[in-house]
T-cell receptor
């Protein structure tokens, strides 16, 4: 079945450093979504990418969807303590067309 | 506030027991999803309903069952509980368009002792 791998599993940075998490799917995706889960909270939808090679920005966050629509990345510039949380990618696709979540990347930021 | 309501927030029960988790989706959403989140396990997809019908099934144990009612609220029933069932259970809902984003509830934290 469809698998979505996400790396790294954990990332600890100093405040002000950049951060990137990568997502790779075993199958071509229809689209990819990114979610953020703060500690003790629930996943919250951040953004959706649909087109091959698409790049979207939200303030310090840059999201990319690969040309083959099998990978994606989230880059945060100059991290802040408010960026702490787990970032999940989730892709729609596969033979049974379902949404598959990656295992997430837990970001911690040292002030 | 996502608009998705889950009850109860916390549940503590003993092994062998049965519990029911409840979810009310966002107004207008027809799809309901159930996920299990354990430490270091990410979000494990259990099951999806669309307008009362089962749409997709994930790694849901036979001891677990769910349904979506005509008013679109959903219940997840967990029976013969084991210690390993202790986890955070999330419900999410989405709109009628394909590929719609998921809106998650605050979750029910289940502790089996």
């Amino acid at each position: 079945g469809q698998q979505v791998m996400q790396i790294p599993q954990y990332q600890h940075v100093q405040e002000g450093e950049d951060f990137t998490t990568y997502c790779n799917s075993s199958t071509t995706l229809s689209n990819i979504q990114w979610y953020k889960q703060r500690p003790g909270g629930h996943p919250v939808f951040l953004i959706q990418l649909v087109k091959s090679g698409e790049v979207k920005k939200q303030k310090r966050l840059t999201f990319q969807f690969g040309e083959a629509k099998k990978n994606s990345s989230l880059h945060i510039t100059a991290t802040q303590t408010t960026d702490v949380g787990t970032y999940f990618c989730a892709g729609w696709g596969g033979s049974n067309y379902k949404l598959t979540f990656g295992k997430g990347t837990l970001l911690t930021v040292n002030p | 506030d996502s608009g998705v309501t889950q009850t109860p927030k916390h549940l503590i029960t003993a092994t062998g027991q049965r519990v029911t988790l409840r979810c009310s989706p966002r107004s207008g959403d027809l799809s309901v999803y159930w996920y299990q989140q354990s430490l270091d396990q990410g979000l494990q997809f259990l099951i999806q309903y669309y307008n009362g019908e089962e749409r997709a099934k994930g790694n849901i144990l036979e001891r677990f069952s769910a349904q979506q009612f005509p008013d679109l609220h959903s219940e997840l029933n967990l029976s013969s509980l084991e210690l390993g069932d202790s986890a955070l259970y999330f419900c999410a809902s989405s709109g009628i368009e394909r590929n719609s984003p998921l809106h998650f509830g605050n979750g029910t934290r289940l502790t089996v002792t």
